[in-house]
Structure formats: structure tokens, C-alpha cells
């Protein structure tokens, strides 16, 4: 195996001292530009390869930007797409971890990147209960770890770090009120609430904020209306066939599904048994999956690019003292609508 070249190397390569090499390699201004660009050809003609454990030693910085999220899914492919591009372009390296919404696991993430002296973290929660949410800011406010938390858990919270994404009740209500501007009253909701784990738990709360949705902008959710499947993926077809052995005049005339993957196997089942969308029903769904449909899908937008993009910048802020850290400073993402064609007027009973 070849051995690393050092700085030294370099330096009696070029006949300079270490210093001025080292000083060179990391663009120092004090070293002229002709010496500088003598120092990098040289560099790069004996293949340098910088050591970033030695520099992070000498300038108590690491260069590293830890990301803790609770999976793999595509909800934070966007935001994380976002994170590497606009970090890497500062010159960090994003090490990212994924706890499968295991609690102990992501406590030992958050402890090893802290352990690791990392330079910040970005972090989206596997749940905001408040005790674990507190326990986990008051270790990284410890050790003054810059952090920026996906997610706004209950403003009675008084939390050190970060907190960016969307007001979740205000996203269903943009929602509702999309399907209200066509003229629907008559709204199901479906959601996958019969999931085990850490998912169910998610649909539950989701639910929860569906209902107080509902009531802030005016509708009446029967409970009838409301349609809870034991299947966050294939789901839409459970509901599918239930309407199709209804009559026709007992349907709602649309359906909000709590997630894109719901909304999209609703459709895609309804085109199976004959119904069309949205002239006989309409189906609008909530982003998780960005690319649903091929664009077709009528969604609510969570904007998960943009919150990506806001977070690594306010965490380059803080790692660069730009921008030091408030004490419990939160920034709203707003949603949007993401057109398509599974939304129109509601049927003529």
C-alpha cells in the first residue's frame, strides 16, 4: 500500500517550510498567490490527501454535520437531497443516521455525534413527547452542539434549539379549504389510525388534528365520514371497495387521505372497479411521496425541500457565528397546494 504524503513532503518538495505549506493548503491569505499555487500543484501532482482528524484537532473543528432521522422514507428525501447539497458546498461532510424509530437508538446517534464533536446536527424526533424531546435539548445545549430540529412540537415546550416545518393543523386546513373553493361539504377522511407502532401513533395524532381541522374551517366530520385501515401503503383499496358496495348517492363527495400513499391506491383502485376521479368522487392527499402519481395526485405540499434547505442554512449560521442560536426560536414553513387532476366539482345527487 502506498504511504499517505504528508506535508512535509510537500515542503521539501517545493524546498518551503511545513508551515507556510499548511498555511497554503488550507488558503491562508498570508501566503502570496504564486507561492500558494506552487504549493498546490505540487499537492495535487503527489496526490495530498488532507488529513481532516489532524485539522479538526489543531482548530477544534470537525467539519461534520450530523443528521438524526427516524427512517428511511421518503418524506425526507427532498430536505435531506437539500442538506447535502447546500453543506457539502460549504465544505462539510453530512453523516447521516437512522434510528427505524427505535428511541434508544437515536439517544446513542445523538450521543455519538456529540461524543464526536461534531460542528451541528439536524434532527427529526421519532416522537415530541415532551420528556424525550427535553432530555435529549438539554444534552445538546450541554455540550453548545448547534441544532435544528425538523418538526414544531407544542409551544409550551421551551426547547434551546431550532425548531423548523409546518404548523400540521393549518396543512389539512389549506387542504380543506381546496376542496371547499370546488364546493365540497361532504368530506371523508381516511387514515391508516389500525398501523402498529410507531406509525399508528402517528396517524392517531394526525387524527386528532384532522377533527380540530374540520371544525376550524366550518365542516361537519361525521364519524361515519371517517375511515380508519389497518395498511399505510395498500389501504386506499380496504375503502375502495367498501364505497363500491354503497350506493353511489351515500358517498362523499370527496376523500382527504391522511398521506399520499393512501390517496394514490385509492385512485388507483377507483380506476379498477370503474369510478372516475374526480368527476364521480374527488381524492386529495397529503405529502409523503412527493413524486405520487406522476404529479397527477391533488396533495397538500409539506414543502419538506424548502424546510431542508432553511435548516442547513440556519445551522451554517450558528456553526459560522453568524447567526448565534435563540433560545427557543421557531420558523414556520408554509404548505402548498400541489395541483393535479384528482380534484373537481362534486357530482350532481
Keep these: 500500500m502506498p504511504r499517505k504524503i504528508t506535508i512535509h513532503q510537500i515542503a ?71 442538506v447535502f ?9 453530512i453523516s447521516v443516521r437512522f434510528c427505524s424509530w427505535d428511541q434508544a437508538r437515536e439517544k446513542a446517534g445523538l450521543h455519538s455525534f456529540v461524543s464526536n464533536r461534531i460542528d451541528g446536527i439536524i434532527w427529526g424526533p421519532t416522537d415530541y413527547n415532551t420528556a424525550e424531546i427535553a432530555e435529549m435539548d438539554a444534552l445538546l445545549h450541554k455540550f453548545e452542539v448547534p441544532t435544528v430540529m425538523y418538526g414544531l412540537p407544542d409551544d409550551t415546550q421551551s426547547l434551546h434549539c431550532y425548531q423548523i416545518g409546518l404548523d400540521m393543523q393549518k396543512s389539512i386546513q389549506v387542504g380543506l379549504a381546496h376542496l371547499k373553493s370546488y364546493g365540497h361539504t361532504d368530506i371523508a377522511l381516511l387514515a391508516a389510525t ?13 387524527m386528532a388534528m384532522f377533527r380540530d381541522a374540520f371544525i376550524a374551517e366550518g365542516l361537519h366530520l361525521d364519524d361515519r365520514r371517517i375511515f380508519e385501515v389497518g395498511d399505510d401503503n395498500c389501504g386506499g383499496l380496504d375503502l375502495a371497495l367498501k364505497l363500491s358496495q354503497m350506493e ?31 368527476e364521480e368522487i374527488s381524492v386529495i392527499g397529503y405529502d409523503v411521496f412527493p413524486w405520487a402519481m406522476g404529479g397527477q395526485l391533488c ?23 453568524e447567526h448565534p442560536q435563540q433560545f427557543d426560536q421557531r420558523v414556520e414553513v408554509l404548505p402548498q397546494i400541489r395541483l393535479g387532476t384528482t380534484c373537481g366539482r362534486p357530482r350532481s345527487r
Excluded: H
Excluded at 299 to 321: D, F, H, P, R, Y
Design 12 to 82: 521539501k518538495e517545493v524546498g518551503l517550510n511545513a508551515s507556510t505549506v499548511s498555511l497554503a493548503l488550507r488558503g491562508d491569505p498570508k501566503v502570496r498567490e504564486k507561492t500558494r499555487d506552487r504549493i498546490l500543484e505540487a499537492a495535487k501532482r503527489m496526490n495530498y490527501e488532507p488529513n481532516n482528524l489532524a485539522r479538526s484537532l489543531s482548530n477544534g473543528r470537525t467539519r461534520i454535520i450530523g443528521v438524526m432521522l427516524s427512517d428511511m422514507s421518503r418524506f425526507y428525501e427532498e430536505s435531506l437531497e437539500a
Design 85 to 93: 447539497t447546500l453543506g457539502e458546498a460549504a465544505g462539510f461532510t
Design 194 to 206: 389500525e398501523v402498529q407502532g410507531m406509525f399508528g401513533r402517528m396517524y392517531r395524532r394526525r
Design 248 to 278: 353511489r348517492s351515500q358517498w362523499p363527495t370527496a376523500i382527504f387521505a391522511a398521506d399520499d400513499l393512501l390517496a394514490r391506491e385509492l385512485v388507483k383502485s377507483f380506476k379498477t372497479l370503474g369510478v372516475r376521479v374526480p
Design 299 to 321: 396533495s397538500v405540499n409539506l414543502n419538506t425541500k424548502e424546510i431542508g434547505e432553511k435548516a442547513i442554512q440556519m445551522l451554517l449560521k450558528c456553526i459560522n457565528s
